[in-house]
């Protein structure tokens, strides 16, 4: 329906995963089918668009990553400017962009591990789950090498990153060459000693957060043996009324029981009832103590006393993400999220009703709501967000800019080397053409280093200077 007064508007949003890129999808839709305008920059402090789709999700999961395509579309139909390699804070400031636009929306999501904190979680041997993550996914910001060296590894965590490290450990690598992970990825994987790889979750079968399509994969894997313990399984029955998703998982764990051992070189079991305490060694990992626990009357998991020692060389906690602040941006540290109300960004980190409102200042995806949910929550999410936008632009609520002039001046200025939609291209169809020129079936083979990714991104535009 065209609008009386139809807003025209500039909007930078911080952050190219789903969340900002469905952001200003709907915005860029909300504003023109009022028969208004928007320009609309969308930033990233990496050189390629996708967030924690391009380096989160995991490489076998290629249907998740095809998600990729329907966003493709939205930054390629030309109401969004891409702007990657420009990370904001430090290229440039907030205040920067509020001077220069109506709105600006944060969209910066999680890329770190949320702490464990238990004595020796610090040693040798004790990673992050987002730190192995990134590094199989090819994140540029991250160590090329993983040591592989342990025979026995822990993974900390009853969710789906659990399960993702949990499977790219035990999986052989032959079985991941037609994926896109990146060939130092491979050839560290292909030189792992792994044999046994132990999930840990504090509660019952019945609690996890996986979900049954993930939990399933597992039992799929070429060559690794499901392990579970009888004693995790005692009087386990599903209360009335369970959902659907619940009766699928415990149908899976039991089909796994009787399967039993088929004689697999690698094994991965799936312990519950055990809360982490301490991480063992002098010098590195050589295990994990665990409290085994038990229901209380109440419902609550508490502590059995009994303590177990399981022998590991490596432990990964897949205990949540954290996430990514923007420097100048108010920051609530105890959930890691910038506070707001609906995605309208407050002073105050105590959240909901005490904060300010900062006008023209908005937030989505899980920088909004914390790291939790998957990449469809992140469209809801931004609808909300967008709707708050729009009638604040409508009640006159947004203050307009005051610096005139194209931002991309203002990085020339600083020497600042940002990649463009154009430059993602290029970088696509690259990688694609290394995925095509592999011996294997290959959709794509991604390039690592920032650099390289930067020059290839920019070579057309570097060409004309
Ligand atoms: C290991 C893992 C596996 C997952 N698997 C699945 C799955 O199989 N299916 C599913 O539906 N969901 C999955 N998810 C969840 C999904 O990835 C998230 O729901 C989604 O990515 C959140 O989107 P976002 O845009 O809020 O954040 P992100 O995807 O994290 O994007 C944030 C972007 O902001 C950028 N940024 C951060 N700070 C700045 C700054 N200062 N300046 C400029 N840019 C900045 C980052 O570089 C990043 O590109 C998985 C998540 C993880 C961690």
């Known amino acids: 329906m065209t609008d009386p007064n139809p807003l025209n508007l500039r909007v930078a949003i911080v952050g190219a995963g789903p969340a900002g890129i469905y952001a200003g999808n709907i915005l860029a839709n909300s504003v023109r089918e009022g028969g208004g305008d928007v320009a609309i920059d969308l930033f990233d402090s990496l050189p390629a668009p996708y967030g924690l789709i391009r380096y989160g999700v995991a490489p076998d999961h290629p249907r ?19 702007v990657g390699n420009v990370e904001v804070g430090r290229d440039i400031a907030i205040d920067d962009l509020q001077e220069r636009y109506d709105a600006v929306i944060l969209a910066t999501g999680a890329i770190r591990d949320a ?9 040798p041997g004790s990673f992050g789950a987002a730190d192995f993550v990134a590094w199989f996914d090819g994140h540029p910001d991250v160590p090329r090498e993983w040591p592989l060296d342990a025979a026995e590894v822990a993974v900390i965590g009853n969710g789906n990153v659990a399960l993702d ?45 996986f979900t049954p399509i993930e939990l399933r994969e597992l039992g799929e894997v070429p060559d690794v043996d499901i392990v579970l313990a009888d004693e995790d399984f005692a009087e386990l029955e599903l209360a009335a009324g369970s959902s659907n998703q619940l009766k699928v998982i415990l149908r899976t764990f039991q089909a796994w029981r009787s399967r039993g051992a088929t004689g697999a070189s690698r094994r991965l079991h799936l312990h519950f009832w055990h809360a982490p305490v301490a991480v063992l060694g002098d010098s590195s990992v050589e295990g994990v103590r665990f409290e085994r626990t038990a229901l209380g009357d109440d419902g609550a998991v508490r502590g ?26 108010p920051f609530d540290t105890a959930r890691g999220v910038i506070p707001n109300v609906e995605g309208r960004v407050t002073s105050s980190v105590h959240g909901a009703s005490d904060g300010e409102a900062i006008a023209g200042l908005y937030a989505t995806g899980w920088i909004k709501r914390g790291p939790v949910g998957l990449i469809g929550h992140t469209k809801s999410d931004a609808m909300e967000t967008i709707a708050h936008l729009v009638a604040d632009a409508r009640a006159g609520g947004l203050a307009a ?58 070579a057309d535009s570097l060409a004309l200077s």
């Open 304 to 329: 059995t006393g009994e303590l177990r020692d399981i022998p590991v060389q490596a432990v990964y906690r897949a205990v949540g993400y954290y996430g990514t602040p923007v420097v100048d941006a």
């Open 165 to 209: 490290v949990a499977r790219v450990l035990a999986k052989h690598a032959v079985d991941l060459r037609a994926t896109e992970v990146p060939d130092n990825v491979l050839a560290g994987l292909e030189a792992s000693a792994v044999t046994d790889v132990h999930v840990f979750g504090r509660r019952g079968p019945l609690d996890v957060k």
């Open 64 to 82: 998740i990553k095809g998600i990729v395509n329907s966003l493709h579309e939205m930054l390629d139909a030309g109401s969004i400017r891409f």
């Open 115 to 123: 702490a464990l904190d238990i004595p020796g979680i610090e040693l």
């Open 401 to 458: 800019p005051i610096v005139e002039g194209d931002v991309l001046e203002l990085l020339d200025e600083r020497a600042v080397a940002y990649t463009t939609w154009d430059g993602w291209l290029a970088l696509d169809a690259h990688e694609r053409e290394l995925g095509a020129a592999h011996r294997h079936t290959r959709e794509r083979v991604k390039v690592v280093p920032r650099d390289e990714q930067v020059e290839i991104s920019r």
